[in-house]
Protein backbone atom coordinates (compact mmCIF):
# COMPACT_ATOMS: atom_id res chain seq x y z
CA UNK A 1 0.00 0.00 0.00
CA UNK A 2 1.25 3.49 -1.05
CA UNK A 3 0.18 6.73 -0.31
CA UNK A 4 1.16 9.61 -2.27
CA UNK A 5 0.37 13.64 -1.19
CA UNK A 6 0.46 16.26 -3.35
CA UNK A 7 -0.49 20.04 -3.41
CA UNK A 8 1.38 21.87 -1.04
CA UNK A 9 3.91 24.77 -1.15
CA UNK A 10 4.34 28.14 -0.68
CA UNK A 11 1.42 30.27 -0.21
CA UNK A 12 1.05 34.00 1.64
CA UNK A 13 -1.32 34.31 4.42
CA UNK A 14 -5.08 34.75 3.54
CA UNK A 15 -4.61 32.26 0.71
CA UNK A 16 -5.18 28.81 -0.39
CA UNK A 17 -4.09 25.59 -1.01
CA UNK A 18 -5.65 21.80 -1.57
CA UNK A 19 -3.77 18.65 -0.81
CA UNK A 20 -4.81 15.64 -2.14
CA UNK A 21 -3.49 11.93 -1.16
CA UNK A 22 -3.79 9.20 -3.76
CA UNK A 23 -4.09 5.69 -2.54
CA UNK A 24 -2.44 2.75 -4.72
CA UNK A 25 -2.60 -1.43 -3.66
CA UNK A 26 -5.76 -1.24 -1.02
CA UNK A 27 -9.32 -0.93 -1.73
CA UNK A 28 -9.83 2.55 -0.11
CA UNK A 29 -13.05 2.87 0.86
CA UNK A 30 -12.97 1.20 3.78
CA UNK A 31 -10.73 2.81 5.63
CA UNK A 32 -10.93 5.97 8.32
CA UNK A 33 -8.60 8.61 7.03
CA UNK A 34 -6.96 11.87 8.28
CA UNK A 35 -4.37 14.62 7.35
CA UNK A 36 -1.65 15.11 10.41
CA UNK A 37 0.97 17.91 10.18
CA UNK A 38 3.98 18.61 12.07
CA UNK A 39 5.90 22.05 12.38
CA UNK A 40 9.96 21.78 13.00
CA UNK A 41 10.16 21.06 17.19
CA UNK A 42 6.47 20.22 17.37
CA UNK A 43 4.81 16.46 17.59
CA UNK A 44 2.80 15.32 14.47
CA UNK A 45 -0.88 16.80 15.54
CA UNK A 46 -4.17 15.04 13.61
CA UNK A 47 -5.64 18.12 11.56
CA UNK A 48 -8.51 16.53 9.95
CA UNK A 49 -10.30 13.10 9.65
CA UNK A 50 -13.05 11.13 7.77
CA UNK A 51 -14.24 8.29 8.30
CA UNK A 52 -15.10 5.41 5.93
CA UNK A 53 -19.17 6.59 6.90
CA UNK A 54 -17.47 10.60 5.98
CA UNK A 55 -18.15 11.47 9.39
CA UNK A 56 -15.46 14.75 9.75
CA UNK A 57 -13.72 16.07 12.56
CA UNK A 58 -11.49 18.61 12.75
CA UNK A 59 -8.60 20.48 14.87
CA UNK A 60 -9.55 23.45 16.70
CA UNK A 61 -7.25 25.61 15.35
CA UNK A 62 -8.56 24.48 11.51
CA UNK A 63 -11.84 24.56 12.26
CA UNK A 64 -13.74 26.92 9.84
CA UNK A 65 -11.11 27.13 7.15
CA UNK A 66 -10.01 23.30 6.49
CA UNK A 67 -12.13 21.21 4.47
CA UNK A 68 -11.16 17.49 4.76
CA UNK A 69 -13.19 14.78 1.56
CA UNK A 70 -12.54 11.69 0.01
CA UNK A 71 -13.85 10.22 -3.38
CA UNK A 72 -13.20 6.63 -2.56
CA UNK A 73 -13.71 5.51 -6.31
CA UNK A 74 -10.75 7.89 -7.03
CA UNK A 75 -9.08 6.37 -3.69
CA UNK A 76 -8.26 10.19 -3.23
CA UNK A 77 -9.15 11.99 -0.37
CA UNK A 78 -8.62 15.85 0.06
CA UNK A 79 -7.72 18.87 2.47
CA UNK A 80 -8.97 22.42 1.28
CA UNK A 81 -7.07 24.68 3.39
CA UNK A 82 -8.33 28.21 3.16
CA UNK A 83 -7.38 31.43 4.90
CA UNK A 84 -4.07 29.77 5.84
CA UNK A 85 -1.63 31.35 8.38
CA UNK A 86 1.78 31.17 9.34
CA UNK A 87 0.66 28.92 12.10
CA UNK A 88 -0.03 26.44 9.71
CA UNK A 89 2.87 25.90 8.12
CA UNK A 90 4.34 22.38 8.63
CA UNK A 91 4.69 19.36 7.10
CA UNK A 92 1.34 17.81 6.00
CA UNK A 93 0.96 13.52 6.47
CA UNK A 94 -1.83 11.66 4.97
CA UNK A 95 -2.59 8.61 7.03
CA UNK A 96 -5.09 5.43 6.55
CA UNK A 97 -6.24 3.55 9.39
CA UNK A 98 -8.45 0.31 10.31
CA UNK A 99 -9.17 -1.70 13.22
CA UNK A 100 -5.17 -3.65 12.43
CA UNK A 101 -3.19 -1.49 10.32
CA UNK A 102 -2.01 2.26 9.65
CA UNK A 103 -0.33 3.64 6.58
CA UNK A 104 1.75 6.93 6.11
CA UNK A 105 2.43 9.00 3.19
CA UNK A 106 5.57 10.56 2.75
CA UNK A 107 4.60 13.71 3.83
CA UNK A 108 3.93 17.39 1.56
CA UNK A 109 5.59 20.81 2.38
CA UNK A 110 3.34 23.79 3.47
CA UNK A 111 4.95 27.29 4.05
CA UNK A 112 3.09 30.15 4.59
CA UNK A 113 5.34 33.23 5.43
CA UNK A 114 4.70 35.53 8.37
Known amino acids: VQLAESGGGLMQSGGSLKLSCTAS????????LGWYRQAPGKQRELVAS???????TYSDSVKGRFTISRDNDGNTVYLQMDSLKPEDTAVYYC?????????WGQGTQVNVPS
Open 50 to 56: ISSEKSV
Open 95 to 103: NAQNSVVHY
Open 25 to 32: GTIFRYYD
